[in-house]
């Protein structure tokens, strides 16, 4: 799958324009349209304000809005892209979910979530309810230090972290259209305690040597497309270990598949995606299974 035509969900302050210049590259991978969206959230302006939501702060947040659009579109057709502009008033998810519907897009962006633990609870993350509810890769970008330094390839040098799951094997197939950017793969799994199939030395190396061989034939995929790519095996807490293949290959991102589980099962238990989209450093690539695909 190519990315033609890119949503980028912007509030600003988490999300500016030197992340949208790092994906530019993605030229190189047939990106030729740009679409920017600002939602005006009214219960979180009043919460913000302290005094309410007055008609008067969304005229002001939607000219800010739209003078930094403005700008932004000035620098992408210079460089002959073509630009859309959505300023919404409403509920953050459903209108990137309409957004994106209507701009046929391949590819989400959005900063990391900033919710309260509480919040995350009984509402879930902005970026879980996104995920469950659209067919298209949420990108979830995120500045790589402490001085909000932004990688210049972010697609570089990806992790995949597979389960095998069907949004896994989507992000596969989502991966291989990228073969214009992408410098080198690296595909692990990370087995848990369950999956060995005892505890003997014997035993975990069979489960090892099964594992590895599932991987090197995703590995094969890609090297059929001209794509360097590595399997690793790991075993361990899932997110732990994600977390420390991505820094031993010098990943410049973090791929993997959503499950699409039901909304409740997910705020109480969790889930690696939305774990890796809320701690990880990484830029966290979100495949969703294709049953998502017009769930309300």
């Given at each position: 799958m190519e990315i033609k035509k890119l949503l980028f969900v912007t509030k600003f302050e988490e999300l500016c324009f030197d992340a949208l210049k790092s994906l530019l590259y993605l030229r190189e991978a047939a990106l030729d349209h740009v679409v920017f969206l600002n939602v005006i959230e009214r219960d979180r302006v009043a919460m913000q304000r302290g005094t309410g939501y007055r008609k008067d702060q969304e005229v002001k947040l939607r000219e800010t809005a739209n003078i930094r659009f403005i700008d932004w579109a000035e620098?992408?057709?210079?460089?002959?892209?073509?630009?859309?502009?959505?300023?919404?008033?409403?509920?953050?998810?459903?209108?990137?979910?309409?957004?994106?519907?209507?701009?046929?897009?391949?590819?989400?962006?959005?900063?990391?979530?900033?919710v309260g633990v509480l919040e995350q609870?009984?509402?879930?993350?902005?970026?879980?309810?996104?995920?469950?509810?659209?067919?298209?890769?949420?990108?979830?970008?995120?500045?790589?230090?402490?001085?909000?330094?932004?990688?210049?390839?972010?697609?570089?040098?990806?992790?995949?972290?597979?389960?095998?799951?069907?949004?896994?094997?989507?992000?596969v197939e989502y991966l291989k259209g990228l073969k214009n950017v992408i410098e080198e793969i690296n595909v692990i799994h990370v087995a848990s305690d369950k999956e060995l199939k005892s505890f003997s030395a014997m035993g975990i190396q069979k489960t090892r040597k099964e594992t590895r061989k599932k991987?090197?034939?995703?590995?094969?995929?890609?090297?059929?497309?001209?794509?360097?790519?590595?399997?690793?095996?790991?075993?361990?807490?899932?997110?732990?270990?994600?977390?420390?293949?991505a820094r031993e290959y010098q990943a410049t991102m973090i791929v993997?598949?959503?499950?699409?589980?039901?909304?409740?099962?997910?705020?109480?238990?969790?889930?690696?995606?939305r774990t890796l989209t809320e701690k990880s450093i990484y830029p966290t690539l979100l495949i969703p299974p294709e049953k998502n695909k017009s769930s309300k």
């Open positions: 620098n992408l057709f210079e460089l002959g892209m073509e630009v859309g502009v959505y300023i919404a008033v409403g509920s953050l998810v459903s209108q990137v979910i309409k957004a994106s519907e209507k701009e046929e897009s391949d590819l989400i962006v959005i900063g990391r979530p900033h609870l009984y509402s879930g993350s902005d970026v879980t309810e996104l995920i469950r509810r659209t067919a298209v890769p949420v990108l979830v970008f995120k500045h790589m230090s402490e001085n909000a330094k932004t990688l210049e390839k972010p697609f570089e040098r990806p992790l995949l972290a597979t389960d095998w799951s069907p949004a896994s094997l989507k992000a991987l090197d034939e995703i590995c094969d995929i890609f090297e059929n497309e001209g794509i360097n790519a590595r399997s690793h095996v790991y075993i361990g807490d899932p997110i732990q270990e994600i977390e420390k293949a993997t598949g959503s499950s699409g589980k039901a909304a409740w099962l997910e705020r109480w238990i969790g889930s690696i995606p």
